[in-house]
């Protein structure tokens, strides 16, 4: 059984050898052949564009409204229990202030979530 699909093989080499073509190509160098993959592509390229319009796009938004209102709980929560400032030794030590802002504070620094030491 190997045998005789190795014989065949090898002689589908040598005939495609015998007409200088790529064994395997495709039919892509005739006119029906580019013809039949252009409306595969237009195909394809529509298919991915509903995917891309009817499912991401919803889903993203989705998402997006979840991760806001989870969000918008969280600032709820921190406006009405802010962190407390704890002093330990290591914070706040500045050899030389930074050059923005008011020198004290990072550049990421927010009033609501980083307490500050006054």
């Known amino acids: 059984m190997f045998r005789t699909l190795q014989l065949a093989r090898t002689a589908a080499v040598r005939n495609a050898a015998m007409r200088n073509v790529r064994l395997y190509s495709g039919n892509m160098y005739t006119k029906e052949g580019y013809k039949a993959a252009q409306e595969h592509a237009n195909v394809a390229a529509e298919t991915w564009r509903k995917i891309s319009l009817y499912v991401a796009l919803p889903t993203c938004i989705i998402f997006g409204y979840f991760a806001v209102s989870n ?48």
């Not at 600032?75 to 290591?90: C, Q, R």
Request: net charge negative.
């Open 71 to 118: 969000e918008m709980e969280h600032i709820h929560h921190l406006e009405h229990d802010p962190p407390t400032f704890v002093a330990y030794p290591y914070l706040h030590v500045r050899n030389r202030k930074f050059p923005f802002g008011d020198g004290d504070h990072t550049l990421f620094w927010n009033p609501l979530v980083n307490p500050d030491p006054e």
